[in-house]
Nanobody, 115 residues
Framework: QVQLVESGGGLVQAGGSLRLSCAAS????????MGWYRQAPGKQRELVARITSGGTTNYADSVKGRFTISRENAKNTVFLQMNSLVPLDTAVYYC?????????WGQGTQVTVSS
């Protein structure tokens, strides 16, 4: 059984930084895409950033230039470095991975940015 375990959320002041991590474990042959989504109260879940096994990245326009996604393939881990955080970044952040062509979600980690 595949699991995604996230860490790194928390409370930070506007302008600050946080780094999220997500490690995949279990019976894994290959991880095709890893990424981060977020869901703010009363809003739909949205893509933040994703990265392919080859290193190609995509970002939401709202985070371009502030967030950086990276992955360590040998450890089945994806990271999200978040800089210059603003209150609108406040949300539950979910790790997502396409593993052996099946879709998996983490349990979510809260990120709160105070003004």
């Amino acid at each position: 059984q595949v699991q995604l375990v996230e860490s790194g959320g928390g409370l930070v002041q506007a302008g600050g930084s946080l780094r999220l991590s997500c490690a995949a474990s279990g019976s894994i042959f290959s991880i095709n895409i890893m990424g981060w989504y977020r869901q703010a109260p009363g809003k739909q879940r949205e893509l933040v950033a994703r990265i392919t096994s080859g290193g190609t990245t995509n970002y939401a326009d709202s985070v371009k230039g502030r967030f950086t996604i990276s992955r360590e393939n040998a450890k089945n881990t994806v990271f999200l470095q978040m800089n210059s955080l603003v209150p609108l970044d406040t949300a539950v952040y979910y790790c997502n991975a396409l593993i052996d062509w099946s879709n998996y979600w983490g349990q979510g980690t809260q990120v709160t940015v105070s003004s």
